[in-house]
């Protein structure tokens, strides 16, 4: 079992809408989690981070975690065509090491 | 800030050849990350350096992988010999912290292809 599951998609929305990305996690222990935007062709840039269980918002972007369920999302409102991209999210496996999820292609579609 | 700095950004190379692959982190960050990513596998962590010393690399695939890190402003990772599987878009990044959250920086990645 990977320790970071993600659907791989692709996912395809009209503009405005609210997009909903999940990942589910396998170690209870993990308590730093990421999402990262991939634009195509680019690196990985770091969207936000969540602490524990809770929400987090950051304009239009808001991630949530349920440690109880092992389960990541992240929301965004008002969905726009510049919001294209794979998204990852993450979680820190000890001091340093990232472990990705397989990422999300999200088309957003003027 | 230039970013974090990858070069080649594509390499083409025949089986059994060596390649080298190079980075240059962000000036005063003190971790250095190498990544691979595939379509299968996503993207792994290879191995990662503290104050130019190597900490983990535990995700090194194989002996024909190595990663140096000669300095703060540069790392290299090499292959030798390569083979197709080795096909992938691998990144670096850097970050400057003690603890794991702090922002990690990728670079562009080099796409490498093995025939």
């Known amino acids: 079992q990977k320790e970071v599951e993600q659907d791989p998609g692709p996912l395809s929305v009209p503009e405005g809408a609210i997009v909903s990305l999940n990942c589910t996690y396998s170690n209870s222990a993990f308590q730093y989690f990421m999402w990262y935007r991939q634009y195509s062709r680019k690196g990985p840039e770091l969207l936000m981070y969540t602490y524990s269980s809770g929400n987090k918002e950051d304009g239009r972007f808001t991630a949530q975690v349920d440690k109880s369920s092992k389960y990541i999302s992240l929301f965004i409102r008002d969905s726009q065509p510049s919001d294209s991209a794979t998204y990852l999210c993450a979680t820190l496996r000890g001091a340093q090491k990232l472990v990705f999820g397989q990422g999300t292609r999200l088309t957003i579609n003027p | 800030d230039a970013g974090v700095i990858q070069s080649p950004r594509h390499e083409v190379t025949e089986m059994g050849q060596e390649v080298t692959l190079r980075c240059k982190p962000i000036?005063?960050?003190?971790?250095l990350f190498w990544y691979r990513q595939t379509m299968m596998r996503g993207l792994e962590l290879l191995i990662y350096f503290n104050n130019n010393v190597p900490i983990d690399d535990s995700g090194m695939p194989e002996d024909r992988f190595s990663a140096k890190m000669p300095n703060a402003s540069f790392s290299t990772l090499k292959i030798q010999p390569s083979e197709p599987r080795d096909s992938a878009v691998y990144f670096c990044?850097?970050?400057?912290?003690?603890?794991?959250?702090?922002?990690?920086?990728f670079g562009p990645g080099t796409r490498l292809t093995v025939l």
């Open positions: 000036s005063g960050h003190d971790y």
């Open positions: 990044a850097s970050s400057n912290g003690g603890a794991g959250r702090d922002t990690q920086y």
